[in-house]
């Protein structure tokens, strides 16, 4: 499992448009985000580039912290 930090969630809602954003990349499944932490884990069946995950949250209106 891979994860990463998000900033700017704030509600159920958000939770759902970053899940939405990281399992519509081809190669990532079981995406998990937890609103409380900020941090969004999920599998790699095949190796995604860290710039494409953060592009695709930056994308659905969110930040990447680190």
């Known amino acids: 499992m891979k994860s990463i930090r998000i900033t700017g969630m704030s509600c159920q809602h958000c939770v759902m448009a970053v899940t939405k954003a ?3 990349l081809d190669g990532i ?3 998990q985000v937890d ?3 900020g941090v969004a884990t999920y599998e790699e069946i095949k190796p995604v580039d860290a710039k494409v995950v953060a592009a695709a949250i930056q994308k659905a209106g969110y930040n990447v912290v680190g």
Do not use: D, E, R
Request: aromatic share 0%.
């Open 35 to 37: 609103l409380k932490t």
């Open 29 to 31: 499944q079981n995406v």
């Open 22 to 24: 990281l399992s519509a």
